[in-house]
Structures are given as structure tokens and as C-alpha cells.
């Protein structure tokens, strides 16, 4: 399915950030869900949190993107 191989893609980036960037993880469906609220550094116990949060994402009833793009400029 297409949220799989965009999940897949998801921890591939992730994998390869280096320890000097910062990240965070917004998705979006009929809600609006972070990972963590402020960047954090793409240390090796933040990339496995974060994978392992992407792989418990499952699909949502619809997608609302305005919430998302307001949320990710606050």
C-alpha cells in the first residue's frame, strides 16, 4: 500500500540523519499527531523512537492538512 512504502521511505531517512540534525515527525490524517513536540537531535536512541513510532502510524478516515501546516508553524 502506498502508507507502507511511505513508511518504509520514512525510516530510511530517518536511518540516515546525521547526529548534528535536528528533527521532529508530524502526521497528519483526521487528526494531528507529533513524535515530539520540539526538534531533537538525530541521536541513535531518537532515530529508533522515532522509527518505532512510524511504524505503529496506521491509516486515518481522512486527511486534514490544514491542521498539519498550522501545527508545524507554531
Known sequence: SRLVRAKRELVRVIEQL???CEFTILFYADEVRQWRRMLVD????????AIEFVQRLG?????????ALVQSFE
Open 42 to 49: 538525530a541521536s541513535g536512541e531518537n532515530k529508533r523512537d
Open 18 to 20: 546525521p547526529e548534528e
Open 59 to 67: 491509516l486515518g478516515d481522512r486527511t486534514n492538512t490544514h491542521a
